[in-house]
Structure formats: structure tokens, C-alpha cells
């Protein structure tokens, strides 16, 4: 695999959310570097990092910040690459006002959004768009949703016990 994938946090208080991304990341082969870096703190460290992504051998920055979650909005304005934000579960409202700092971005600025704390859809997105141009990584991803539709049918089978 050529591409790399980038988790960026706002807070290293973050990362329990997103250990399930980056560990899912990993199991599909996917190098990955894990950055905290502040839309609001660190603002120039956040244009340097979004402006050098494609060059870095990046191919999909993810995004994690919770309350003014303008981190995944700031990375997107600075880079060509797809920038996926994970809303980050928040005390005052639940992670409503990440989700919504997240997909009220303007025209021009997309930014892909996944659930509040959906931090393993956001690796499994970040996977679907880089196996568009990699074969190797479409097949495990295939082989991914039969394991998944498999367990599915395993706890089908034992339902009934569960009663």
C-alpha cells in the first residue's frame, strides 16, 4: 500500500475514542501517523500539516475533535485529499455540537462525516477510498463484510438461546 492515512486529534484526551480507527486502520494493512494538532491552538501547525498531507504520502486525513470542532473544517480548507471528521462525544451536548461544527462546512470545503464517536466507520470509509485504487485493499475490505454478515448469521444461529 502506498498511501498513508493521517489521524488527527484535537486533544490527546482523543485518542481513547479513536484507538478503535487507528486499530482498524491497521488491520487492513494501512500505515498510519497519529498527530494532535489544534484548529484553535496550534493553527499554523494545522496549515503546515493539511498543506504537505499529499506530499507526506497521505491519501485520507481523519479528523477527531469534540465542542468548536473546526479542526476536520481547518485541515480541509489547506489540503486536496478527502478529510473524514469524527465528532467527538462531548459533556454539555452529547457531541451534537461536534456533529454539527463538522457538517455545516461550507461550499467548497467538504468535509465527510461520520457518527459521534464513529471512529471505526471513519477508518473503514478511509479504507473504501483508498481501495478505489488499490486491489489488495478492495479484496480484504470484501473479505471484511463477509466476516462481518458472517457473525451476523452465527448470532442468528444462537438467538434462541439467548430466550
Same mark, same amino acid.
Given at each position: 500500500?502506498?498511501?498513508?492515512?493521517?489521524?488527527?486529534?484535537?486533544?490527546?484526551?482523543?485518542? /481513547?475514542? =479513536?484507538?478503535?480507527?487507528?486499530?482498524?486502520?491497521?488491520?487492513?494493512?494501512?500505515?498510519?501517523?497519529?498527530?494532535?494538532?489544534?484548529?484553535?491552538?496550534?493553527?499554523?501547525?494545522?496549515?503546515?500539516?493539511?498543506?504537505?498531507?499529499?506530499?507526506?504520502?497521505?491519501?485520507?486525513?481523519?479528523?477527531?475533535?469534540?465542542?468548536?470542532?473546526?479542526?476536520?473544517?481547518?485541515?480541509?480548507?489547506?489540503?486536496?485529499?478527502?478529510?473524514?471528521?469524527?465528532?467527538?462525544?462531548?459533556? =454539555?451536548?452529547?457531541?451534537?455540537?461536534?456533529?454539527?461544527?463538522?457538517?455545516?462546512?461550507?461550499?467548497?470545503?467538504?468535509?465527510?462525516?461520520?457518527?459521534?464517536?464513529?471512529?471505526?466507520?471513519?477508518?473503514?470509509?478511509?479504507?473504501? =477510498?483508498?481501495?478505489?485504487?488499490?486491489?489488495?485493499?478492495?479484496?480484504?475490505?470484501?473479505?471484511?463484510?463477509?466476516?462481518?454478515?458472517?457473525?451476523?448469521? /452465527?448470532?442468528?444461529?444462537?438467538?434462541?438461546?439467548?430466550?
Amino acid at each position: 500500500m502506498s498511501k498513508k492515512v493521517a489521524v488527527v486529534m484535537g486533544s490527546d484526551s482523543d485518542l /481513547e475514542t =479513536m484507538k478503535p480507527c487507528i486499530a482498524r486502520l491497521q488491520s487492513f494493512g494501512i500505515s498510519t501517523e497519529v498527530r494532535v494538532i489544534s484548529a484553535h491552538r496550534t493553527p499554523a501547525a494545522a496549515e503546515q500539516f493539511a498543506s504537505s498531507a499529499l506530499e507526506n504520502g497521505f491519501g485520507v486525513v481523519i479528523a477527531a475533535a469534540g465542542k468548536a470542532a473546526h479542526l476536520a473544517g481547518v485541515l480541509a480548507a489547506y489540503t486536496t485529499l478527502p478529510v473524514i471528521g469524527v465528532p467527538i462525544k462531548t459533556s =454539555m451536548m452529547g457531541g451534537l455540537d461536534s456533529l454539527l461544527s463538522m457538517v455545516q462546512m461550507p461550499k467548497g470545503i467538504p468535509v465527510a462525516c461520520v457518527a459521534v464517536d464513529g471512529a471505526d466507520n471513519a477508518a473503514i470509509l478511509a479504507a473504501q =477510498m483508498l481501495a478505489l485504487s488499490d486491489g489488495d485493499l478492495a479484496q480484504k475490505l470484501s473479505a471484511f463484510k463477509v466476516q462481518m454478515a458472517d457473525e451476523v448469521a /452465527e448470532k442468528d444461529r444462537h438467538i434462541g438461546e439467548k430466550l
